[in-house]
């Protein structure tokens, strides 16, 4: 049986890594500013995508740790793995994909990524790959749309002008008339998703860390305020370790 150190982590274009994500990824989409995407290969064939890039909101995430440069952070917002893979593959691949950044990229001394609870999962492989918690907020950015199509807030507001699909062709700002969300909404028809967010934040450069400007939360947060989630379902953490 193979194990997850059998698995071959490669830098791969985004010509391959787009359409796995489109198939595998629980959302079905890519995140248009990756820039770096690894591949994970099990007997020569892929089996799972990691993707990179700077974060929508940079301004705002670079001050969560003091004295980051601009380039000295990145974002983890895709990662799709289908179900061939051994166990512990997502973690091992993490690890190794980090390894790789620090030694080709020396300048980017963390990673952030955020795990949609409101969907997918409350974060278990970035908790078990090292990531710290910095973050749970009830979600105000995912919405629903009347065809059951999900579209993220930051998406419309970093491409206002750009034609939508799920809106007929319009963009957010034809709808609007400029960038009000709640505007949005109520002309469309949608409605707020309902679960959480959670922040996770992984130090290449341990030395960072002392710099967060935010606290680290104890993962047990997570089931006090009921943000627990896996495999798009809403159950505690606690409840998963009875179940095993």
């Known amino acids: 049986m193979p194990s997850a ?17 489109k198939k595998h ?14 591949g994970a290969f099990l007997n020569g064939r892929l ?10 909101d940079k301004r705002k995430i670079q001050g969560l740790v003091k004295g980051t440069p ?30 790789m950044i620090k030694k080709q990229a020396p300048q980017i001394k963390w990673v952030i990524s955020f795990a949609d609870g409101c969907s997918c999962g409350d974060g278990a492989i970035y908790r078990a790959s090292g990531f710290v918690l910095t973050g749970i907020k009830e979600n105000a950015n995912i919405a629903v749309m009347p065809d059951s199509t999900k579209l993220h807030k930051m998406t419309l507001e970093s491409s206002p002008l750009r034609p939508i699909r799920a809106l007929g062709g319009k963009s957010y700002f034809d709808i609007t008339g400029g ?4 505007k949005f ?4 028809g949608g409605h707020i998703q309902p679960g959480y967010q959670l922040r996770y934040i992984r130090f290449i450069d341990p030395a960072y ?20 989630m896996y495999k798009g379902e809403h159950v505690s953490m606690a409840e998963r370790h009875l179940g095993k």
């Open 5 to 21: 150190k059998d698995i071959e982590l490669r830098v791969i274009p985004s010509s391959i890594a787009n359409p796995f994500v």
């Open 70 to 99: 601009w380039n000295g952070f990145i974002e983890l917002n895709r990662m799709a793995f289908d179900d061939v893979l051994p166990r512990n593959s997502e973690s091992r691949c993490i690890s190794v994909a980090l390894r």
């Open 209 to 228: 860390e002392k710099r967060l400007t935010v606290p680290i939360i104890p993962f047990s947060a997570i089931d006090e305020v009921g943000a627990g």
């Open 185 to 188: 909404l109520d002309a469309v």
């Open 47 to 56: 089996h799972g995508v990691m993707s990179f890039g700077p974060s929508l």
């Open 25 to 38: 990824h629980y959302s079905g989409k890519i995140v248009h500013n990756s820039s770096l995407h690894f």
């Open 179 to 182: 960038c009000s969300w709640r």
